[in-house]
């Protein structure tokens, strides 16, 4: 039963520890700015990361023997917090929040020797990535730490997805024997449990940029630790657990690049926008739960017998891609699954009409566009 203990010491500690934060922060006057993006309205605190971080930092200290990893995961993660904590106050400008989370992950590669030295990919090819292991463990240290953060838009949305991600991590090590690895997962989701208590909508406190730059980096080094030295393919279950903020941060950036914005300029077109103006905040946050849970469980599947996951991931894929289309979540004109299946749909119509209807073109031509 250690795995119960994990979840429930830091959700206690987490849940006691938010309300005093909310007292402070109404002194400090530390509230979530209203921009483009954001959705709620009044005066409300966005320190909760601080519980977060508190509890994670306490259990780990209980709970996990200390090394070089370890360590390059505290430290890292401590730099990312206080950069998070200091934006939260000030309002840093973004080339020093991006200076900062490089700091982090430079740190976390340096002093933790975490990085990603080889990738796994089917029918056991194995490519050895050499020099360029530093730059990809890098990118992706940097992309999963601002996913998490872009999601960050919805009461309960960023830290319910990264616990349901966390929870499923723990599971997958549970199968890979990697007990150093169930144990930060299950921490680090208590700690967010306790403070979801106060987050879910409509939320009385933001966990703010210390706590979503905080779990996006501790998450992505899970990651890389969980399934470097794995037998299955490395980086593709990491991926398909954070599918939600990796589909949304791409989309954003395809979104702003094709209308000629820059990548840091807010707006309202994210996944979980989109999904809210249809569904509402609640079923919003519900449905983002629920695929984040499905694309987990088929990671998870993946474990157990290969062939069925990869048909679930393929159907997912299909229909994650086509809500995009249809959303218009990147553009009205990216549509290249609907394209084809118009072009199908025209070329079935042309052969009816002339085999059963003997239609002339022109005649054909205008019934396909009725």
Same mark, same amino acid.
């Given at each position: 039963?250690?795995?119960?203990?994990?979840?429930?010491?830091?959700?206690?500690?987490?849940?006691?520890?938010?309300?005093?934060?909310?007292?402070?922060?109404?002194?400090?006057?530390?509230?979530?700015?209203?921009?483009?993006?954001?959705?709620?309205?009044?005066?409300?605190?966005?320190?909760?990361?601080?519980?977060?971080?508190?509890?994670?930092?306490?259990?780990?200290?209980?709970?996990?023997?200390?090394?070089?990893?370890?360590?390059?995961?505290?430290?890292?993660?401590?730099?990312?917090?206080?950069?998070?904590?200091?934006?939260?106050?000030?309002?840093?400008?973004?080339?020093?929040?991006?200076?900062?989370?490089?700091?982090?992950?430079?740190?976390?590669?340096?002093?933790?020797?975490?990085?990603?030295?080889?990738?796994?990919?089917?029918?056991?090819?194995?490519?050895?990535?050499?020099?360029?292991?530093?730059?990809?463990?890098?990118?992706?240290?940097?992309?999963?730490?601002?996913?998490?953060?872009?999601?960050?838009?919805?009461?309960?949305?960023?830290?319910?997805?990264?616990?349901?991600?966390?929870?499923?991590?723990?599971?997958?090590?549970?199968?890979?024997?990697?007990?150093?690895?169930?144990?930060?997962?299950?921490?680090?989701?208590?700690?967010?449990?306790?403070?979801?208590?106060?987050?879910?909508?409509?939320?009385?406190?933001?966990?703010?940029?210390? #706590?979503?730059? @905080? /779990?996006?980096?501790? !998450?992505? &080094? =899970?990651?890389?630790?969980? $399934?470097?030295?794995?037998?299955? *393919?490395?980086?593709?279950?990491?991926?398909?657990?954070?599918?939600?903020?990796?589909?949304?941060?791409?989309?954003?950036?395809?979104?702003?690049?094709?209308?000629?914005?820059?990548?840091?300029?807010?707006?309202?077109?994210?996944?979980?926008?989109?999904?809210?103006?249809?569904?509402?905040?609640?079923?919003?946050?519900?449905?983002?739960?629920?695929?984040?849970?499905?694309?987990?469980?088929?990671?998870?599947?993946?474990?157990?017998?290969? #062939?069925?996951? @990869? /048909?679930?991931?393929? !159907?997912? &894929? =299909?229909?994650?891609?086509? $809500?995009?289309?249809?959303?218009? *979540?990147?553009?009205?004109?990216?549509?290249?699954?609907?394209?084809?299946?118009?072009?199908?749909?025209?070329?079935?119509?042309?052969?009816?009409?002339?085999?059963?209807?003997?239609?002339?073109?022109?005649?054909?031509?205008?019934?396909?566009?009725?």
């Amino acid at each position: 039963m250690d795995w119960l203990k994990y979840l429930l010491i830091p959700l206690t500690m987490s849940a006691l520890i938010t309300p005093i934060l909310k007292v402070i922060a109404v002194k400090l006057e530390i509230y979530a700015q209203m921009n483009e993006r954001t959705v709620h309205s009044g005066k409300i605190v966005r320190i909760g990361g601080v519980a977060i971080y508190v509890s994670f930092i306490v259990c780990m200290a209980c709970f996990m023997k200390t090394d070089a990893t370890i360590n390059g995961i505290l430290i890292g993660g401590t730099i990312m917090f206080l950069g998070g904590l200091i934006d939260d106050m000030v309002d840093l400008k973004p080339k020093y929040k991006l200076a900062i989370e490089c700091l982090a992950a430079i740190v976390l590669m340096v002093v933790g020797k975490v990085s990603l030295d080889v990738i796994r990919l089917p029918f056991g090819i194995t490519i050895d990535m050499g020099i360029i292991s530093f730059i990809v463990t890098f990118v992706w240290i940097i992309g999963i730490t601002n996913a998490v953060n872009l999601i960050d838009g919805l009461d309960g949305l960023s830290g319910g997805i990264c616990a349901i991600i966390l929870v499923v991590i723990a599971c997958m090590s549970v199968v890979e024997a990697r007990l150093d690895i169930e144990t930060m997962s299950l921490l680090l989701a208590g700690s967010i449990l306790g403070f979801l208590f106060y987050n879910l909508h409509p939320a009385s406190i933001f966990m703010g940029d210390c #706590g979503a730059l @905080f /779990l996006g980096f501790i !998450i992505s &080094a =899970i990651s890389l630790l969980g $399934f470097k030295s794995s037998t299955i *393919m490395t980086l593709a279950l990491p991926i398909l657990l954070l599918a939600v903020p990796i589909v949304d941060t791409l989309g954003a950036i395809l979104r702003r690049k094709l209308s000629g914005h820059k990548f840091n300029e807010a707006d309202k077109k994210h996944l979980h926008h989109l999904l809210m103006q249809r569904f509402g905040h609640r079923n919003t946050v519900l449905i983002l739960y629920i695929v984040t849970a499905l694309f987990g469980f088929t990671a998870y599947l993946y474990l157990v017998n290969k #062939g069925t996951g @990869f /048909l679930v991931l393929f !159907i997912i &894929a =299909i229909v994650v891609e086509l $809500f995009i289309e249809t959303s218009g *979540m990147i553009s009205k004109q990216f549509h290249p699954i609907l394209s084809i299946i118009k072009g199908i749909k025209k070329r079935c119509l042309q052969l009816y009409h002339m085999i059963y209807k003997k239609k002339s073109q022109k005649e054909i031509q205008n019934d396909i566009q009725k």
